[in-house]
Nanobody, 124 residues
């Protein structure tokens, strides 16, 4: 059974930082692209970032480029998202997901698997 378990979310002030983690099991993590996506209240799904199997090809949405850093540890079957300079508009549930294509998409049909999500709230 494929499992993706996110952690690290929470409440942070604008300008602050958080580091999300996603532990994968039930499949060969090191063979698959991985992504972070997010969904804000009453908004659609937004792709955030993707990373290839070796971690040397990475892409970000324009909304997070320069502030967020995706990484992976294939020995630990873990995906990370370091989020710095957080803004109120980054408030969302963040999901770890396996995309069907490198950048995934804007619907859940663009992803093979996803975790349960972790809430990130940026507020003063």
């Amino acid at each position: 059974e494929v499992q993706l378990v996110e952690s690290g979310g929470g409440l942070v002030q604008p300008g602050g930082s958080l580091r999300l983690s996603c532990v994968a099991s039930g499949f060969t993590f090191s063979y698959n692209y991985m992504s972070w996506v997010r969904q804000a209240p009453e908004k659609g799904l937004e792709w955030v970032s993707s990373i290839n199997v070796r971690g040397d090809i990475i892409d970000y949405s324009d909304s997070v480029k320069g502030r967020f850093t995706i990484s992976r540890d294939n020995d630990k079957n873990t995906l990370y998202l370091q989020m710095n300079s957080l803004k109120t508009e980054d408030t969302a549930v963040y999901y770890c997901a396996m995309p069907k294509n490198f950048r995934g998409g804007s619907t859940w049909e663009d992803f093979r698997y996803r975790g349960q999500g972790t809430q990130v709230t940026v507020s003063s």
